[in-house]
Nanobody, 122 residues
Framework: QVQLVESGGGLVQAGGSLRLSCAASGGIFSIYGMGWFRQAPGKEREFVAMIGGSDAYTAYADSVKGRFVISRDNAKNTMYLQMNSLKPQDTAVYYC???????????????WGQGTQVTVSS
C-alpha cells in the first residue's frame, strides 16, 4: 500500500509562488500516474493537474493552466507542483493521489495524502 505525504504549503501574497511536494513510499512509484487536487472550504474537491508514470503526459485544469507546472522525479519517488502567479482563489487544501487511470475524476484516484494548506492573501 502506497503512502503519500504532501508538503510545501503555506501563506503567500497574491502573485507569489509556492512549490508543493508529494513524497511516496510503500509502492512502485514510477508506473503510476499521479495527480493534484484541491478543496476549498464549502466546495467539492477539484482536479488541478496530473502527470503520467514514465511518459511525458500532463494535464491541467483550465483555471491553473499557464501558471502551475506538475513534474515528478521517479528516482526520488516524489511529485511536485510549482505554483506561480498565485491568486486568492487558489486558496485550498491541496492533495496528491495515485491515479488508476489518466483521468480528471477523483474517483479514478486512490491512496490520497493528508493534504497541505495553501493560503493566498490579496
Amino acid at each position: 500500500q502506497v503512502q503519500l505525504v504532501e508538503s510545501g504549503g503555506g501563506l503567500v501574497q497574491a502573485g507569489g509562488s509556492l512549490r508543493l511536494s508529494c513524497a511516496a513510499s510503500g509502492g512502485i512509484f514510477s508506473i503510476y500516474g499521479m495527480g493534484w487536487f484541491r478543496q476549498a472550504p464549502g466546495k467539492e474537491r477539484e482536479f488541478v493537474a496530473m502527470i503520467g508514470g514514465s511518459d511525458a503526459y500532463t494535464a491541467y485544469a483550465d483555471s491553473v493552466k499557464g501558471r502551475f507546472v506538475i513534474s515528478r522525479d521517479n528516482a526520488k519517488n516524489t511529485m511536485y507542483l510549482q505554483m506561480n502567479s498565485l491568486k486568492p482563489q487558489d486558496t485550498a487544501v491541496y492533495y496528491c493521489a495515485r491515479a488508476r487511470a489518466y483521468s480528471r475524476w477523483k474517483g479514478d484516484y486512490d491512496s490520497w495524502g493528508q493534504g497541505t494548506q495553501v493560503t493566498v492573501s490579496s
